[in-house]
């Protein structure tokens, strides 16, 4: 079996015409040179055979170029997986039925699109398909991108991938049209003036052992100017290095501290929440890390002045890279303008992050609050309030986060990379399926009960399915009065 080096979906669609009649494409989906193990073809093949997979790829290894090997594992595909840079790793086998199959309609400007259609190619034919990961290194690829995972973290916000993104974007929202998992945004109405609150806004700061930037982050959330009343809470997850001292001797009375023991078993998620909960809380809670700082002392300002000015659950501002002494490094600014008011919440699910500093009108935020993790956290509690409500963005900088080498996202391995990746993934399976759901529940099917989303996910648990895909969404369409395309 050949490789097949992927460039556009089209060419890819004539190597299938020409190449001998086999079920299944080897496929190379960028430039590194790679080395298959003796058995790599026949443990891909042998396993796509055997339970169909329409996609299969495989742990691999990375040679450095002192001749060392890295081993590079990679993720399981979730429904929720739908990021245009999902780590498959350069080797995949497809199945040339279903190529052939999903892209018969592909247009022109599909397949000349940046990246050749592969998200789009990718996307298409995990509807209804099972995909195959396996966790053997079967391949050696050459290692190509040496940076830390700090320096990587960003590369999608990146201007000068700009037009790759608007791509993508456009691609998702017709993936998520065809499941019908998109959303309309802000469409759930707030009145931040229904119920009385001590403060107009609180500054929350979850800190463990941050002894030498706790007091940096407290002094600029208290050097606040405002109008309004607003108070820092600042909740100690069991400090050990000096941190909880520094707290205690701070005699601004505007400062509330939340002590946190360490058999409350609290990750970050679970420190906001105990904020969120407390009575010292704000109607609005404005999110400040204990290694960063605010740029001015009108952040506050403008961000309750924006929360005011519309109809939101949620705004989110803009950063500045910086290294520990406040130099901007790269890539400078974080504005994450990909978001729009009209497609952002649909956006979202394909990129990891919604931008700093964040922002919760109190009362939606307490009716969801964060799930109890350490990474995450807020991406979640992000998702599940863009599905209901509006999020007000500031695009110019408010906020710095410094780079130094206590930072916990500086230099990851890729296991917990990986991990990290994984976490995502699944809230964006979560919010699909919920997002689904919902659409499902808005427009009923007269005569004909709500599918089982769990059936759906594990076909396995449904003896009446037709399909055999136990991780990936099937197709949804709405119901004419004829019910012989429906996936149920």
């Known amino acids: 079996m050949n490789i097949i080096r992927f460039?556009?979906?089209?060419?890819?669609?004539?190597?299938?015409?020409?190449?001998?009649?086999?079920?299944?494409?080897?496929?190379?989906?960028?430039?590194?040179?790679?080395?298959?193990?003796?058995?790599?073809?026949?443990?891909?093949?042998?396993?796509?055979?055997?339970?169909?997979?329409?996609?299969?790829?495989?742990?691999?290894?990375?040679?450095?170029?002192?001749?060392?090997?890295?081993?590079?594992?990679?993720?399981?595909?979730?429904p929720g997986s739908v990021r245009d840079d999902f780590d498959f790793?350069?080797?995949?086998?497809?199945?040339?039925?279903?190529?052939?199959?999903?892209?018969?309609?592909?247009?022109?400007?599909?397949?000349?699109?940046?990246?050749?259609?592969?998200?789009?190619?990718?996307?298409?034919?995990?509807?209804?398909k099972m995909m195959a990961m396996i966790p053997e290194y079967l391949y050696t690829a050459t290692r190509t991108d040496y940076r830390k995972s700090g320096e990587k973290q960003h590369d999608y916000v990146d201007p000068k991938n700009r037009a790759y993104q608007l791509q993508m974007e456009k691609t998702l929202t017709d993936h998520l049209r065809q499941i019908d998992g998109l959303v309309t945004p802000g469409n759930t109405k707030v009145d931040y003036d229904a119920e009385e609150f001590p403060v107009e806004a609180s500054v929350v700061i979850p800190v463990r052992n941050r002894v030498s930037t706790v007091m940096d982050a407290v002094n600029s959330a208290l050097s606040q100017k405002c109008d309004f009343k607003f108070n820092v809470i600042v909740v100690d997850n069991e400090s050990t290095d000096g941190t909880l001292e520094l707290l205690e001797a701070v005699e601004d009375p505007r400062m509330k501290l939340i002590k946190v023991s360490a058999d409350e078993?609290?990750?970050?998620?679970?420190?906001?929440?105990?904020?969120?909960?407390?009575?010292?809380?704000?109607?609005?809670?404005?999110?400040?890390?204990?290694?960063?700082?605010?740029?001015?002392?009108?952040?506050?300002?403008?961000?309750?002045?924006?929360?005011?000015?519309?109809?939101?659950?949620?705004?989110?501002?803009?950063?500045m890279m910086v290294d520990f002494n406040g130099n901007p490094i790269p890539p400078g600014l974080i504005s994450h303008e990909e978001w729009t008011d009209s497609n952002g919440p649909n956006n979202a699910l394909r990129i990891n992050g919604f931008g700093a500093p964040r922002a919760f009108f109190t009362p939606v935020a307490r009716g969801i609050l964060f799930p109890n993790v350490s990474y995450g956290e807020d991406y979640a509690m992000a998702l599940r309030i863009s599905r209901e409500y509006g999020i007000g963005r500031i695009y110019e900088p408010l906020y710095l986060c410094r780079r130094w080498e206590g930072n916990s996202d500086a230099s990851l391995s890729i296991e917990k990379t990986n991990a990290n990746n994984n976490y995502k993934d699944c809230l964006r399976s979560i919010e699909l399926m919920a997002r689904v759901r919902q659409n499902m529940q808005s427009r009923p099917m007269p005569g004909l009960p709500l599918p089982d989303l769990g059936a759906l996910m594990n076909p396995e648990n449904d003896p009446d399915a037709s399909w055999d895909d136990d991780d990936d969404f099937d197709e949804f369409d709405e119901f004419d009065g004829d019910d012989s395309d429906l996936p149920f």
């Not at 040339?96 to 998200?119: H, I, K, N, P, Q």
């Not at 999110?287 to 952040?299: G, I, K, P, R, T």
């Not at 005011?308 to 950063?319: A, C, E, I, K």
Request: charged letters at 25%; one cysteine or more; a negative charge.
């Open 7 to 78: 460039t556009t979906v089209n060419d890819l669609r004539e190597e299938i015409f020409r190449a001998p009649l086999e079920q299944y494409v080897l496929v190379q989906l960028d430039d590194r040179e790679i080395e298959l193990d003796p058995l790599c073809i026949h443990r891909y093949t042998e396993i796509a055979s055997e339970i169909d997979s329409t996609l299969t790829y495989s742990y691999y290894r990375e040679r450095n170029e002192d001749g060392t090997l890295l081993l590079h594992p990679v993720n399981d595909y979730q």
């Open 265 to 319: 078993n609290l990750g970050i998620g679970g420190c906001w929440n105990r904020a969120l909960l407390s009575e010292h809380c704000g109607r609005f809670a404005v999110q400040l890390d204990s290694d960063d700082l605010y740029n001015s002392h009108d952040v506050l300002k403008t961000i309750v002045s924006r929360f005011r000015s519309g109809n939101f659950g949620m705004v989110v501002g803009s950063y």
């Open 89 to 128: 790793g350069p080797l995949v086998l497809l199945n040339a039925a279903d190529v052939l199959s999903a892209t018969e309609d592909f247009t022109r400007e599909e397949s000349d699109m940046l990246d050749g259609g592969w998200y789009a190619l990718r996307l298409r034919i995990t509807i209804g």
